[in-house]
């Protein structure tokens, strides 16, 4: 029988053995690709998340994000939370009677199985409310999403403003 003692230490050593792994010996592309965002098997993030930069008055903005489900179910976002803002809600655009687009609060939003769900400029979105702070152009924002039946999703999503794409006007800013 090893004695117990024994044990732990050689695990205590196995343990130092693995941090002092050289960071260079790890594939610098994966790196790269996984920098934006810490996410559980089966879900992917596609593209740069994105935050509007609001006029510094404005007390609350949105969080744009593409995610792709590489699983056989639907996945649901159940909640999110930043600490850029106090209180951080799943939020769509729905018609209202008098033909207006309106923001409403979601309980979820499904990411379909095998396919993707965008979040986007009038339409889903993560509405940040109550920002302690305004945002600043550039500035990196952390983002958690709750996900059912898999563990917490991480991202970093960028402050920008919002454009209009390719289109080249300048209607809105
Ligand atoms: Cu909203």
């Known amino acids: 029988m090893i004695p117990l003692y024994r044990t732990l230490s050689g695990l205590a050593l196995v343990g130092l053995l693995c941090a002092a792994t050289p960071v260079a010996s790890e594939p610098t592309h994966d790196a790269a690709e996984h920098a934006a965002c810490d996410c559980p098997d089966g879900i992917k993030l596609e593209g740069q ?33 930043s600490p850029v803002a106090a209180v951080t809600e799943l939020h769509d655009h729905v018609e209202d009677e008098h033909g207006v687009m309106r923001m409403r609060e979601v309980p979820s939003i499904t990411i379909p199985a095998n396919d993707r ?18 945002l600043e152009q550039g500035q990196q924002v952390p983002i958690r999403l709750k996900l059912e039946g898999l563990r917490d999703l991480h991202l970093q999503a960028v402050v920008r403003r919002a454009e209009r794409p390719a289109s080249g006007g300048h209607h809105q800013h």
């Open 49 to 81: 998340p994105w935050v509007r930069l609001m006029p510094p008055t404005m007390p609350s903005t949105a969080a744009y994000l593409t995610l792709r489900n590489t699983t056989d179910r639907d996945i649901e976002i159940v909640s999110a939370e």
């Open 117 to 134: 769900v965008e979040l986007q400029p009038g339409s889903l979105h993560v509405m940040l409310i109550d920002l302690l702070e305004p």
